[in-house]
């Protein structure tokens, strides 16, 4: 920003999509600026296309031939007239090039300086300043000389455990744990290949990892007249795959002291650089060192995905404050003005299953709570493509304390429902009601030390699977005109790797009398609108069941149920098809594609020995690198796809024969 810069912001084109657009076009709406949206194709029928004033063809289905070309985005704010953009975050946001372009294009720049997103965009840089002003940081190697040989030796000083990041961009993107030297090459080149795909920035640095610590965030803003204040702190230490899904305020861990020391560490950093916007400050913070309990991890030049926390917990409007410092106008309250009221906690919904994997498909039903934000761009109807982030949404909660904040949120994610591919919905309520989170005590290896346990808690009972079956039999007909009868028909249903079997009586007015080996049930199926009433042995379950994909003979079903538990399932009516051989007999002769992708790596050839847990090939999904292990030692016998080609789910990449 500059101070040369028109003060008068009247219509904004944002650079973005999704539902941070559409979180940028209510404000700009509340201010009387108007909007101009730009979409790719993929996202010619997206939400914010049709809420913004006006919006604008990109061309091109990858981030590379759309959001991220800045002629293209340029042409179209000079063609609509528009006189500032914002970035939201992602894509270009903390791209100083893109900054400047904007404002040579005498355009307002909803965003810090150039000059100061290239002192603080790059984690290296940031470190280098933070030493200079007194930021604690951990020990490490920051230097531009970017050799695999460098880093190995600079390691063997440093000594392990060690972290190793990509200097530019975020959202856990670049970063791999090395507790083995043997580790380090073969993390240097996996963490380096997704920077560059992810950033265009290849570069890494490495410091000393901390195996337990917290990740606390804090939230600055600053105007054009020197004034820098903090908006208090965010703990975001739930994580998979170094990227948050769950973030609230206050920390459970930070006292009033604390959070003063993080804020002026914050705003020492940022003044330092010249800052000006809407920043976060990350930190770790170990509360088992007393001198130094927390380091330095980077800073976010741009809006944050979880910013809804902290306008919850101050009644602020972040993006308003973005507009109207771009505008030139002075922060409008002093440190000592900032209130932080109650207790509030945001999850990210994700397409993904409970493993972590991203999912791509078509919302086929769609249902928002009742009583929560939720940011998001979901409709029936949306298609989630691979091309993207897996975020679907933030559902965001607050209460005078922090166990009501949690009880909303779970309450909230119950009544929420997007079916048509798996996301992480179940898993986060779960996650939730952990006694480890309930007690404030998560930190960032939560996940890794409980997802199995949390995984294991979604597992559907035999009552569970037999609703569910009901669900989806009653989905196809309606319950009341089924006639009695005194013959039982077969149900045969996939469920997972296993087959639930199920024979079934109809008693006439949608009563149904259910036989599943020994046990026998009586059931009520009834309807209302989007959904099925089932009472089974007493208990009321509320279920959605909607059919996805799959053969005429075999249909997948996606099955929501909520009652005395709530559960998300996956079946296949099998009824009227051949029994299968199983997917454990597939995986024995082959390895196919999980999710739609970009094959970008093969580690094996055609005749070449693997053992169980080898790397075989790395798939490129929603900005992310996956590992796909030999799941048996084998030989491979073919190779089904060659590197670059995109895949979908199921398809045979390699095949197996047997190692002699």
Request: net charge negative.
């Amino acid at each position: 920003m500059s101070s040369t810069l028109p003060t008068r912001v009247t219509r904004l084109l944002i650079a973005n999509r999704g539902e941070i657009a559409r979180r940028v076009i209510r404000s700009a709406r509340q201010m009387g600026i108007q909007t101009v949206a730009v979409y790719s194709d993929a996202d010619r029928d997206a939400l914010h296309v049709h809420e913004a004033d006006t919006a604008v063809a990109l061309d091109g289905t990858l981030s590379a031939d759309s959001y991220l070309r800045i002629d293209k985005l340029l042409a179209a704010a000079q063609a609509t007239g528009a006189d500032a953009v914002h970035p939201g975050y992602g894509f270009l946001s903390e791209n100083a090039d893109f900054a400047q372009a904007v404002i040579d294009a005498g355009l307002t720049w909803v965003g810090p300086p150039p000059a100061a997103i290239r002192a603080l965009g790059s984690k290296s840089a940031a470190k280098a300043l933070a030493l200079q002003h007194g930021v604690p940081c951990l020990p490490g190697y920051f230097g531009a000389d970017q050799s695999d040989a460098t880093f190995s030796t600079q390691a063997q000083q440093l000594g392990l455990p060690l972290m190793v990041k990509a200097v530019a961009g975020g959202g856990g993107r670049g970063m791999r744990l090395v507790t083995d030297m043997v580790q380090l090459l073969p993390a240097l080149h996996s963490a380096r290949s997704e920077a560059l795909a992810g950033f265009g920035n290849g570069d890494l640095l490495m410091e000393r990892a901390l195996l337990r610590p917290r990740h606390i965030e804090v939230q600055i803003m600053a105007d054009m007249h020197g004034h820098c204040i903090h908006l208090g702190e965010r703990d975001c230490s739930v994580q998979r795959r170094h990227q948050k899904i769950i973030e609230e305020s206050p920390s459970p861990a930070v006292s009033t002291a604390l959070r003063a020391q993080l804020g002026q560490a914050a705003i020492a950093l940022a003044q330092s650089a010249g800052y000006v916007g809407a920043g976060t400050v990350e930190f770790l913070l170990d509360k088992a060192q007393d001198n130094k309990p927390f380091y330095l991890m980077e800073m976010n030049t741009r809006l944050q995905v979880e910013h809804p926390v902290t306008e919850m917990l101050t009644g602020l409007d972040l993006v308003e404050w973005q507009l109207r410092i771009a505008r030139g106008e002075p922060l409008p309250l002093a440190q000592a003005d900032v209130q932080l009221q109650g207790h509030a906690i945001e999850v990210r919904l994700c397409a993904e299953d409970e493993h972590f994997t991203p999912q791509t498909g078509t919302v086929q039903a769609f249902a928002a709570p009742a009583g929560l934000r939720f940011d998001h761009a979901l409709h029936a109807g949306a298609v989630v493509t691979p091309h993207y982030d897996a975020m679907l949404g933030k559902l965001i909660a607050h209460a005078p304390n922090r166990a009501e904040a949690i009880d909303r949120l779970r309450t909230g994610l119950d009544q929420t429902a997007v079916l048509g591919l798996p996301t992480n919905r179940a898993f986060l309520a779960a996650c939730l009601q952990h006694p480890v989170f309930c007690a404030g005590e998560a930190l960032i290896p939560f996940l890794a030390e409980q997802a199995d346990a949390l995984r294991q808690s979604l597992q559907a009972t035999s009552k569970t699977s037999t609703v569910a079956a009901l669900a989806v039999l009653y989905a196809q007909q309606a319950p009341a005109a089924a006639m009695p009868s005194p013959f039982t028909r077969p149900l045969r249903m996939g469920l997972g790797t296993g087959t639930l079997s199920l024979n079934l009586q109809e008693l006439g007015q949608g009563r149904v009398r259910i036989q599943t080996g020994d046990a026998t049930h009586e059931a009520r199926v009834t309807h209302s609108p989007e959904m099925l009433h089932i009472d089974l042995d007493g208990c009321r379950w509320q279920a959605r069941a909607v059919a996805c994909r799959g053969t005429t003979i075999a249909v997948q079903w996606h099955v929501q149920l909520q009652g005395p538990e709530t559960f998300e399932l996956w079946l296949t009516d099998q009824s009227h098809s051949a029994p299968s051989t199983g997917a454990s007999a597939q995986a024995a002769q082959s390895l196919r594609a999980p999710f739609n992708g970009k094959l970008i790596t093969l580690h094996v050839q055609e005749g070449q020995s693997v053992q169980q847990g080898d790397a075989v090939l790395v798939i490129e999904s929603m900005k992310l690198e996956h590992i796909l292990c030999a799941p048996r030692d084998a030989v491979v016998h073919s190779l089904s796809a060659s590197v670059g080609q995109q895949v979908g789910p199921g398809q045979v990449l390699v095949q197996w024969k047997d190692a002699t």
